[in-house]
């Protein structure tokens, strides 16, 4: 069965980093975008990164750039997400997602992503 499991998150005070992780089963990301959303209590989703490795591209959502990155070590096996300080607003479920293709010129809509992970709490303490 093909599915992404997450990993990491948790409880963290103002200021502080966590590395949320996501690595696909059945399948590796290779020729697929991963993105990174987010849903905080009574919220819509929302968009926090897109990268697409083939194409060398990636989206931060404003909210979150030069906050939030896809390190370089990141692969076809395991995409991770480095958050680094962290506010309370950045309290939310964070979800992984891949979408077949490779996005030169733009990044998939929420509905073109196939496959999400169970998704992980981040808490962000004031």
């Known amino acids: 069965e093909m599915q992404l499991v997450q990993s990491g998150g948790g409880l963290v005070q103002a200021g502080g980093s966590l590395r949320l992780s996501c690595a696909p089963s059945g399948f590796t990301f290779d020729g697929y975008t991963i993105g990174w959303f987010r849903q905080a209590p009574g919220k819509k989703r929302e968009a926090v990164s897109h990268?697409?490795?083939?194409?060398?591209?990636?989206f931060y959502a404003p909210s979150v750039k030069g906050r939030f990155t896809i390190p370089s070590d990141s692969s076809q096996w395991t995409v991770y997400l480095q958050m680094s300080s962290l506010k309370p607003e950045d309290t939310a479920v964070y979800y992984c997602a891949a979408a077949k293709g490779t996005y030169y010129d733009g990044f998939p809509t929420e509905y073109e992503y196939t496959y999400w992970g169970q998704g992980t709490q981040v808490t962000v303490s004031s």
């Open positions: 990268f697409s490795p083939g194409a060398g591209s990636i």
